[in-house]
Nanobody
Framework: QVQLVESGGGLVQAGGSLRLSCAAS????????????MGWFRQAPGKEREFVAS????????YYADSVKGRFTISRDNAKNTVYLQMNSLKPEDTAVYYC??????????????WGQGTQVTVSS
């Protein structure tokens, strides 16, 4: 069973930075982390889960939501089975629980088959 564990969330002032990590484990024999596209999503209280960024299995192709483009950077280290989300110039509206997910590069929640438990990011004004 694939497990995804996020870390790196916290409280930061507007304009600050955070780096989220997502460590993956439990891949079945013959399947490795390096074969999966990965994505980051977020969910604010009372709102639907929304796409943030995704990265293909090699790390050479990335895709971002318009709301974070130019401020967030997704990357991966296949040797460490980890995907990262560097978040700069944070805004209060970035406050949400952030989730990593595996399986696709699409922005739709339903395209992803494994999810982490989430990490809280709070940006104060």
């Amino acid at each position: 069973q694939v497990q995804l564990v996020e870390s790196g969330g916290g409280l930061v002032q507007a304009g600050g930075s955070l780096r989220l990590s997502c460590a993956a484990s439990g891949f079945a024999s013959g399947r490795t982390f390096s074969r999966y596209a990965m994505g980051w999503f977020r969910q604010a209280p009372g709102k639907e889960r929304e796409f943030v960024a995704s990265i293909n299995y090699t790390g050479r192709s990335t895709y971002y939501a318009d709301s974070v483009k130019g401020r967030f950077t997704i990357s991966r280290d296949n040797a460490k089975n980890t995907v990262y989300l560097q978040m700069n110039s944070l805004k209060p509206e970035d406050t949400a629980v952030y989730y990593c997910a595996s399986g696709a590069m699409y922005p739709e929640v339903a395209k992803y088959n494994y999810w982490g438990q989430g990490t809280q990011v709070t940006v104060s004004s």
